[in-house]
């Protein structure tokens, strides 16, 4: 809580969708945990679908989805340093550190023997890239994490959730946001798990939010198909840890019963992706 404070005090005169924060309080004899409080933020957020009633046109999905590149590429682009952020994380490294990790936590948390999980893990060690310039990351950057203006859908306002955020790799950010990015033509057992309203007519694909990012920053992203691999891996490995609690009996929430399947579909798109050199 105190780390997330800290990142939000200092980032956002330089980035204002960052939440204005006002006081980071210690004492758990208050709440029973630290807290902090920010300015509310007044918008739309969007998750699977749009809310009824709410008109969602082809141009307002087009706008909205270079907004949302922009706005990511904008993170991208702070000079952390000149804001007081440098000692936020440790970018040498980090793309290989994030992939040993995130494998070590789906040991973990197994539940099954999945074959994909040392497909993708051997395929992954053999095709570790060198990281790409460090830059601050959000790390969970999506729809449902980002609050639009009511009265304009294509301009975000404000992010939310920054308890990741760090400093490492800006494109491994991007494989995070593209990893929860179903299109139109992915298959249904993708369509099943669409997060957001990316599919909807006028929604751009991932591979056009890619071109995007690169016009906007003029980065290098041949690498991005190692990216999004490994993102979805990621994400496979949250739904796993999870669904594990579940497995164990910390949790008896009977929704959770059907997440192996979701962890499964996610696995086989992250190995068709590395099969196929496609995103």
């Not at 990511?72 to 682009?77: C, E, K, N, Y």
């Not at 053999?126 to 304009?152: Q, R």
């Amino acid at each position: 809580m105190g780390r997330e404070f800290h990142v939000l005090f200092k980032l956002h005169d330089a980035y204002p969708p960052a939440p204005k924060v006002l006081l980071y309080c210690e004492d758990v004899s208050i709440l029973g945990a630290p807290f902090y409080l920010m300015e509310p933020i007044s918008g739309v957020i969007l998750r699977r679908d749009p809310p009824q009633g709410l008109t969602f046109t082809p141009d307002t999905a087009r706008g909205l989805c270079e907004s949302f590149i922009d706005n990511l590429a904008r993170l991208h682009s702070i000079n952390y340093s000149e804001i007081g952020l440098s000692d936020l994380g440790r970018p040498q490294g980090y793309l290989e550190r994030q992939f040993r990790g995130w494998i070590e936590r789906y040991h973990g948390s197994k539940t099954h023997e999945l074959p994909e999980i040392e497909q993708i893990s051997e395929w992954m060690q053999k095709n570790l890239p060198s990281s790409s310039d460090a830059a601050l990351v959000h790390n969970d950057y999506k729809f449902d994490n980002v609050i639009l203006d009511a009265n304009d859908l294509t301009k975000i306002i404000g992010v939310l959730d920054w308890e990741m955020c760090t400093l490492g790799d800006p494109l491994s950010d991007l494989g995070g946001a593209l990893a929860y990015w179903v299109e139109a033509g992915d298959s249904d057992d993708l369509q099943k798990l669409r997060w957001g309203p990316t599919s909807f007519p006028g929604s751009m694909t991932r591979k056009e939010l890619v071109e995007r990012y690169a016009q906007v920053t003029g980065r290098d992203v041949s690498n991005m198909v190692y990216c999004v691999v490994f993102a979805r891996f990621k994400v496979a490995v949250i739904v796993q840890q999870i669904y594990y609690r579940y497995h164990v009996g910390l949790t008896k929430d009977s929704r959770f019963a059907a997440m192996p399947d979701v962890v499964r579909t996610l696995l086989r798109s992250s190995w068709q992706s590395a099969q196929s050199g496609q995103i």
